[in-house]
């Protein structure tokens, strides 16, 4: 059987429809309210792998390979997934799903009816195995050719390399891993999210409900912290109603396809679920659990007051958390924050805060993982924590399903977590009320000293963000941990200068892609580092006696002064094989889910090169302003005088790069000692040309930062936030005395002009 419609399906049918395939069958089979659709067969899957001849080349592919070697993986992953998309399926296939769909369509009364396309691997949903954000899902797929190319997406999703390494750690042997495809009516939901037919973390008979705004992604990838009632089975009493502020919602645009939004002002902090939902919702989950004969986890969604249950699986954790070690309440310290009980079980630790992937390896076995959200890479680091605490999520986030599933008390939703717990200090964490303790509870847990004295400031917020300037890949997990908003400049250089070959060179040789994935590698440990912080890539700015040492680089220009010659974007408009590489490789990343990084241009003196560099970008496929933030730095007099010319051409961001605009301004060879003592940012004349730039950027609505080495000097600085300046980049070093500064400031800003309305 190679597609089968939901009818046609049950829960004994994992094998065929996988998980989520078999379940939808047998809810539709119960009579719950399911959008209607079919299933491609994981005996589909096995056919194309064997027709199109890929299989054992799939697999001599991860044979070959160490999972613990994270860029390998990457790579196999890839070049799996790769192998896959570019093999057809087979004729007859094709045709039988075309049928299904076109059949789909006239049941729902719509031509290319609108779908979601949802892996269903057969070892996921199986107790003891969540494989939770494994699989990929698509939404909004109409048409049978676009059917057809996600089905094939889902079967690649199989190898991601997340999932590689998961199979791996649970010993699945990936030959006999096999891929479902569910395809079904796409469910628009005006509210959505999900419910335990009892508490996941008691087994008490509650239904707890989690909901939120739009469709259920939101809640399901923790996106936001949703609405969470429970409700007494016994009577339908509501015992429990609390509101969440909920920031988030995905949403359709008027070609359908789902958009991550705003929550409107007025609905944030609204309630979702009216008392007659919460009831009817109750009712439904005491159906499907009679039906199943066990509780049951389920998504729900409501479209024009319709309930629909979009998935239902058995809850796979219950019973098996840590004692609900109540006594140990007893020598508690004081509540340093508070969210959502999702595993419980008391742990106790020192606080590791995890702003990053790169940060993994400081949780040591015992420690308490504190971060903003988990996902999937960072399970073997939640196998050591003897706790975990998110600052978002509901109790069936990622961090919630796994910590349930490998029994570690965790608190989601804290809100604030990662900026208010302080890193090394000993605490108690309360997985079944949400509540983390200050200190090491000592009847829980003598060995681990509590650490003395820890009495820390309130964390200081500003408006003006606090970014950092990193170039090299390695600082970026240093700058990452002073809470930097982000980074306002990442110089392409030293990622150029440690791979010892002029980038020239690797063009001269046609090595493009190597040099393209040089510069991802390099930049993907940044923007890793700062996820979802964004990241400005500075394209290269390589001013010809720096690079002459290069591999390569003996054919480099000798200059009588490099500081005014072929250098930032003037030469690589002469070179655009390099440029469109580097274009490439941020394209690329965005491709890998990056999209934080934006890119900046170094040194224009006219507004045509900012159209020709934008023009290239265009040519590689990226488009400016659309698929990435295209911006600039100020570096040049010119480019300072005439900003109103560029933003007419048009820029996401202006960053000024006052170590360039000092030395052209005021004549100074900055690399030159003996001028040394004429070179200062503080000469009116800099600092006019800075102060109208920020001034003519806040009139149009145009993001200004600094990233010159003024940026990282706190007097300066507090003039710049003075004129309006949205962001100060500065070295890492120097965030936590700028970020003080700027707070100040801001604060002398509002007092002002308080007194100001008194007099
Ligand atoms: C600047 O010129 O101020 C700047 C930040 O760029 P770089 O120091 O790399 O020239
Ligand atoms: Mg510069």
């Known amino acids: 059987m190679y597609v089968e419609k939901f009818e046609g399906l049950n829960k004994s049918d994992i094998g065929i429809a996988g998980g989520k395939g078999a379940n939808l069958g047998e809810l539709t089979q119960a009579g719950i309210p399911v959008p209607p659709g079919f299933v491609v067969t994981a005996q589909s899957y096995e056919k194309f792998m064997n027709e199109a001849g890929i299989n054992d080349k799939v697999m001599s592919i991860l044979e070959e390979l160490d999972v613990n070697d994270s860029s390998a993986l990457n790579k196999a992953a890839d070049k799996i997934k790769k192998i896959i998309i570019d093999s057809p399926i087979p004729e007859d296939l094709t045709i039988t799903i075309r049928e299904f769909y076109n059949e789909l369509c006239q049941r729902v009364g719509e031509d290319d009816a609108d779908v979601a396309i949802r892996s269903s691997a057969t070892a996921e949903d199986l107790p003891e195995a969540s494989f939770a954000g494994q699989q990929d899902t698509f939404l909004h797929v109409s048409g049978d050719e676009d059917v057809i190319r996600y089905i094939k997406e889902c079967w690649a999703s199989l190898f991601e390399g997340r999932a590689i390494f998961y199979r791996e750690e649970n010993n699945f042997e990936h030959s006999k891993v096999l891929i479902a495809v569910v395809v079904q009516k796409m469910a628009n939901a005006d509210k959505a999210g999900v419910m335990f037919t009892v508490n996941p973390s008691t087994g008490e008979e509650i239904a707890l409900i989690e909901g939120s705004w739009g469709l259920g992604e939101s809640v399901v990838s923790g996106d936001v912290t949703p609405d969470n009632y429970q409700v007494d089975k016994k009577d339908n009493k509501i015992i429990n109603v609390t509101i969440s502020d909920k920031k988030v919602m995905y949403t359709n645009d008027e070609k359908g396809t789902s958009i991550k939004v705003d929550v409107p002002e007025d609905m944030r902090n609204q309630r979702v679920l009216s008392d007659e939902e919460l009831v009817e919702l109750t009712e439904m989950g005491k159906r499907v659990q009679a039906h199943y004969g066990e509780p049951m986890d389920t998504e729900w969604a409501f479209e024009n007051n319709h309930l629909f249950l979009l998935q239902a699986r058995p809850i796979t954790t219950l019973g098996d958390g840590p004692n609900n070690d109540d006594d140990a309440a007893s020598d508690l310290g004081d509540v340093l924050v508070r969210g959502l009980g999702a595993s419980p079980g008391m742990a106790t630790g020192n606080v590791k805060i995890i702003l990053d992937i790169d940060e993994l390896n400081k949780i040591q076995d015992g420690d308490i993982m504190v971060t903003t ?9 939640m196998k050591r924590a ?12 990622h961090a919630s399903i796994i910590s349930r599933e490998l029994g570690i008390p965790c608190v989601v939703g804290t809100g604030d977590a990662t900026t ?3 890193e090394n200090t000993g605490v108690t964490l309360d997985g079944k009320k949400g509540l983390v303790f200050e200190g090491i509870s000592q009847t829980k847990e003598e060995a681990v000293n509590v650490v003395a004295g820890n009495v820390e400031a309130a964390p200081i917020i500003t408006v003006t963000e606090v970014k950092a300037n990193v170039s090299m890949p390695e600082a970026a997990e240093k700058a ?3 809470g930097a908003d982000g980074v306002g400049l990442l110089r392409t ?14 063009i001269a040789d046609g090595r493009e892609d190597e040099l393209i994935d040089t510069i991802a590698d390099n930049v993907q440990i940044v923007a890793d580092a700062f996820y979802p912080k964004p990241v400005w890539y500075r394209t290269l700015d390589a001013p010809t006696d720096e690079f002459i040492t290069l591999e390569g680089g003996e054919n480099e220009p000798r200059e009588h002064n490099p500081m005014l010659g072929w250098r930032g974007i003037r030469r690589e408009l002469d070179q655009p094989e390099i440029l469109k590489c580097e274009f490439k490789a941020i394209k690329k990343l965005h491709e890998k889910g990056y999209t934080n990084i934006g890119i900046m241009i170094p040194l224009s003196q006219s507004p045509e090169e ?11 496929g990226f488009e400016p302003h659309k698929d990435v933030d295209f911006g600039m730095m100020v570096e040049i007099p010119a480019a300072a005088i005439m900003i109103d010319e560029y933003i007419k051409v048009g820029i996401d961001f202006v ?3 006052t170590n360039d605009l000092t030395q052209y301004t005021l004549a100074v060879d900055r690399n030159n000692e003996f001028v040394a003592k004429h070179y ?31 940026g990282s000097v706190p007097h300066i600085v507090e003039k710049l936030v003075g004129y309006g300046i949205t962001s100060v980049s500065s070295n890492a070093d120097a965030i936590a005395d700028v970020r003080k500064t700027v707070a100040r400031a801001e604060q002398k800003i509002i007092l002002d002009a308080a007194r100001k309305r008194l007099e």
């Open 655 to 657: 960053s000024l790069g």
């Open 386 to 397: 003897s706790g975990i605490v998110t600052d978002e999520g509901g109790v069936t986030c």
């Open 610 to 620: 900012l159209k020709k560099a934008k023009a290239l970008c265009s040519e590689v």
């Open 493 to 506: 250089e030293h990622l150029m200068l440690t791979s010892g070959i002029h980038p020239g060179k690797f």
């Open 680 to 710: 200062t940012e503080e000469h009116p004349a800099v600092m006019k040309l800075i102060e109208r730039t920020i001034k003519k950027c806040a009139e149009a609505g145009v993001t200004c930062s600094i990233c010159g080495q003024a």
């Open 373 to 381: 959200m988990t996902t999937p890479d960072m399970v073997p680091a």
């Open 480 to 482: 990452a941990a002073t």
């Open 420 to 422: 208010t717990l302080k």
